[in-house]
C-alpha cells in the first residue's frame, strides 16, 4: 500500500475513534443528562451511544493495530501498539464487561445503589484513560498510528 494512502488511512481511523469518544462522552451524553428530566431516558440513550464508540473503536483499533505492525516490522512493540493495545483492552472491558454490569443493576432498579456508582465510576475512569491515550496518539509527532 501506498504508505501516504496508508497514513492517510491511518489518521482518518485515529480522527474517527477518539472524535467519536471526545464528541460523545464529552459533549452529547452531558448534553443529554442536562436537557431530559427522564433521567433513565437519557441513561438509555447515552448507553446505546456509548454501544456504538465501542464498537467504533475496537474496528479503529484493529485496523490501526495492523496498519502499525505492517509499518514497523522491526519494532512490532513500538509504543503506538502498546497505547492502541490498552485502549483496545479498555474498550472491550467496558463494552463487555462493565456496561453488561451497568445495564443488569439498571433492569434490577437500583440505579440509585453503591454498585451501581462504583460500576458507573469504573466505566467513566476507563473512558477517561482511553481519551487520554487516544489524545497522546494524536498529538504525538509520529506519522503513523
Given at each position: 500500500?501506498?504508505?501516504?494512502?496508508?497514513?492517510?488511512?491511518?489518521?482518518?481511523?485515529?480522527?474517527?475513534?477518539?472524535?467519536?469518544?471526545?464528541?460523545?462522552?464529552?459533549?452529547?451524553?452531558?448534553?443529554?443528562?442536562?436537557?431530559?428530566?427522564?433521567?433513565?431516558?437519557?441513561?438509555?440513550?447515552?448507553?446505546?451511544?456509548?454501544?456504538?464508540?465501542?464498537?467504533?473503536?475496537?474496528v479503529c483499533a484493529v485496523?490501526?493495530?495492523?496498519?502499525?505492525?505492517?509499518r514497523n516490522p522491526a519494532?512490532?512493540?513500538?509504543?503506538?501498539?502498546?497505547?492502541?493495545?490498552?485502549?483496545?483492552?479498555?474498550?472491550?472491558?467496558?463494552?463487555?464487561?462493565?456496561?453488561?454490569?451497568?445495564?443488569?443493576?439498571?433492569?434490577?432498579?437500583?440505579?440509585?445503589?453503591?454498585?451501581?456508582?462504583?460500576?458507573?465510576?469504573?466505566?467513566?475512569?476507563?473512558?477517561l484513560i482511553t481519551s487520554?491515550?487516544?489524545?497522546?496518539?494524536?498529538?504525538?509527532?509520529?506519522?503513523?498510528?
Amino acid at each position: 500500500m501506498n504508505s501516504a494512502r496508508q497514513l492517510a488511512g491511518e489518521r482518518i481511523l485515529l480522527t474517527l475513534w477518539v472524535g467519536s469518544l471526545w464528541a460523545i462522552g464529552y459533549i452529547a451524553v452531558p448534553a443529554l443528562f442536562a436537557s431530559l428530566e427522564d433521567r433513565a431516558l437519557a441513561g438509555t440513550l447515552a448507553g446505546t451511544m456509548f454501544e456504538i464508540v465501542a464498537y467504533v473503536g475496537m474496528v479503529c483499533a484493529v485496523l490501526l493495530l495492523l496498519s502499525n505492525q505492517v509499518r514497523n516490522p522491526a519494532r512490532r512493540l513500538n509504543w503506538r501498539a502498546v497505547v492502541l493495545l490498552v485502549m483496545l483492552l479498555l474498550v472491550v472491558a467496558g463494552q463487555f464487561v462493565v456496561a453488561p454490569m451497568i445495564a443488569e443493576i439498571r433492569l434490577a432498579g437500583t440505579s440509585a445503589s453503591s454498585a451501581f456508582a462504583w460500576w458507573h465510576g469504573v466505566a467513566s475512569f476507563a473512558y477517561l484513560i482511553t481519551s487520554l491515550l487516544g489524545f497522546a496518539l494524536v498529538v504525538s509527532a509520529e506519522t503513523s498510528a
